[in-house]
Structure formats: C-alpha cells, structure tokens
C-alpha cells in the first residue's frame, strides 16, 4: 500500500508539474539546474506555480553562483532566502524572484523586481544599508548591446519583498568599505565615452537613510580613457582608502589609475604629481601585470617597467639584441610613486636580480638567455656608453658543476635542483664596492627552482 502511495504521489508530481504552463525549455532548465539541498524541490514547485505563465530560467553566466535559484541568507536569521532569475513568455525583461521560506517548509513568493538588462552576469551579496541585512548585487548584460552593462543593488524590507535601490551603468564593480563608516560601499569603473573626449569615470555609491536608496556620494574622472578595466584592488593608508584599477589602455599596453578617498572633503580624487601628472601616467607597462600586495604587509604595490639605460637582451640564437627593461614595483605616495623593488626579470632562467635605483645611470647589464648570464658593466651617462666588466653572474647545471674550490674569483650564489648559480667579480666591481654578499643579496631564485 506505502509503494502504492508512492506511486500515485510521483505521478501527481508529474501531473502538477506538467499541468504547469512552462514551456519545456524551462523544465530543461529545471532539471539541469544544479542539484541543491533539502528542499529544492518544495523551491521549485512554489516558484513555478508563483509565475503563473511559461517561464525560462536564467543562470548567472559568472560570479560565485551559476544556477538561477541562488539561496543565500539575506537577514541572518540562519534561513537561507532563495533569489530566482527567469523570463516570461515572448519577453526578454529578465526578473527576480524572491522566495522566503515558511515555518512549515513551504516557499512563498516574497515579491518580484526587473531587471534593466537580459542576461544576468553575476549576482553578490554585502550589506550597502548598514542593518545587517545584506543587500543584493546583481549585474547585468544587454545581449544586442554588449557593451551596455548595468548593476543593480536590491534590498529587501521589513514586509519581506524586493525592491530596487540603485540601477547604475558600469564596467567594473568593487565592494569596500571606501568612507570607513562601517558599512561597504559600490565603487564603479566607467569608460565614458558619451563626450568628445571619452573619459575614466569612477563612482562611489552608498547608501542614504534619508531616501532609503543606494546613491552617488562622490565621482571623479580622468582622461584619456581606458579601453578597458581589468581589476581593482585597495588598501588603507593613513586611514584613507585608495582603489587601485588595473586598466588596459589598448596596444598592448597596461597602467593602473589611482583613487583616493579624501575624509575631510568626503569626496574622492585622483592624486597627481606636484607637475599636475596623474600617477597612472608613471605605471605604464607593456606587461598584463596587476596591482597586489607582493610583500603581504597590506599595502598594495603597482607594477611598471622601466627602461635601463644602455641594457639590452641578447638572443644568440636567434641573433636578436633587444632593450632590457627593468620591472618595477611601485608604492603610492600622496603624490609620486617611490621604488619598493626594481629587478630584472630573468625567470626564463630561474631567477630575478634586485637593480637598486642607486645603480641607474652608473651601471648597465646585458642579458644572455641562452647562457641565462648576467653581466654587469660600468655605464656612463654623459656619451650613453657601456665601460668595464664589473661582475658576471653565471649558472651551471649541477650535473655539469666543477670543482671550483680553487678559483678565487669565482663565488657560489645559489645551489638549485637544476643549475649552480655562481659570480665571477673583477677588481673593478671591488673597487666600486660591489661585494660577493651584495650580489647574493640581489639574487632571488624563482619559487620552482
Ligand atoms: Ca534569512
Ligand atoms: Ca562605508
Ligand atoms: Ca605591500
């Protein structure tokens, strides 16, 4: 009789899931969404039958969360909510349902907001509003016009339904507390490129009590434009936050702008050197590197490259003899940038070499890749000419090591699983007071070596 029952309540699933107006497209989409927890299904039925017309599931296509029914607790009351992204019928206005759930298990429709886009990009959660109570961050795509993406912050209320607080224009988002209030902001991206002149548009909005939206609090903007934004990291210095957006500005080439909080002002602005150049101008690089804390110590560092005067990169193998470029991590300060490391990047060979700033202009190297050397010349800068050998660096594999207890000018840097890094110093480095300790100082092998 139980089997019997058992039966008969599949097929009444079935009935009532098919007795539903959903197209079958949105049945597929059902069925593929991601199998969740307990009761998926209870979600499902109630959302279907809460539509009341064919529906098509929409999935987030990036982010943290990939199928259309995203459970997250919104209240912290320990019940997840669940949001559902669809279209109906012939529309392609994409909406959000909210789902609360009851005390008795069941799901129930908690309300319903649009959407200004037809693709959902990804969907976050932080608290905009300063309740507690997290407020929803939704990004969207317009399919015909892919570069119109907008964001929307959606919060909930007491009643328990969904409503819109902000609809913005964006081309990159970050969450963070920029005000240091306590509650997190939205710091927006934007090529605006309405103007004749197109520009870098950065926004904050936060959350005002008195209209109970998520508004503007401050923007700045920048020219030229980037072409486009590839990330965005920040820090606190001084006890005011900076924003750090990595920004391709097309041709290969990469610089990362900086944005200030200034807490007296309440207001954001771009520093600039004393001759009124914004930093970024100083972070150009040829390389797709991105702004991070490269020493963990919390404050971010901005990669560069600069030229070595005099310096060049030899491919004997090919015969080619190119400029050598020094990388640079940069740290801001209020207005210029100071060196916090300057290296050559010799990882084709397994290692780095620190180029301190005090060597510029007096000293230059050339780089052989296929001996994976480093030589180090006196450079003068008046007539732009390389001088003397001052020290080589120079690596052996270990199964080709030599004993070289008796060679007095040569000193062992680092012994790898590969190669035996050694330095060969000439009196004249001596006499310059470059030391076998400086130049092992300099040396770092690559992580895998
Ligand atoms: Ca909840
Ligand atoms: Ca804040
Ligand atoms: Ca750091």
Redesign the pocket.
Known sequence: MKRAFGLIAAFLVCAVLCGCDFSIKSADSLMRAPELPGDYALLQKAFAASVDTSFKLKNPVSGDHHSAFVLH?????????ALVFYTREDSSTVYVTLMRRQADGSWIDSGVAESPGTDVNSVRFADIGGDAAEEIIVTWSVTDIPANKYLCVYGSGPDGNIFTMATELYDMLYVTDVNGDGVSEVFIALRDTVDDEPLNYFKLLGYSAEYGLVSKISDVSVAPAAESFLAVASDTKGGSVRLFVDESTGNNIYQTEIICWDDGSKRLYIPKTVSDRPLSSFTQRNVKTLCEDIDGDGMIEIPSVVRLPGATRYDPENGVTENLYLNVWYAAEDDKLTDFKRYIDCSGSGYTFDFPESWMNLYTVQYDISKGSLEFYLYNDEDSTRGGLLFSLERETVSDAVDDDDDLDRYPVYSGNEYNYFAIITPAALEQGITAEEIIGHFAPDSDG
């Open positions: 607790d919104l209240d912290g009351d320990g019940n997840e909510e």
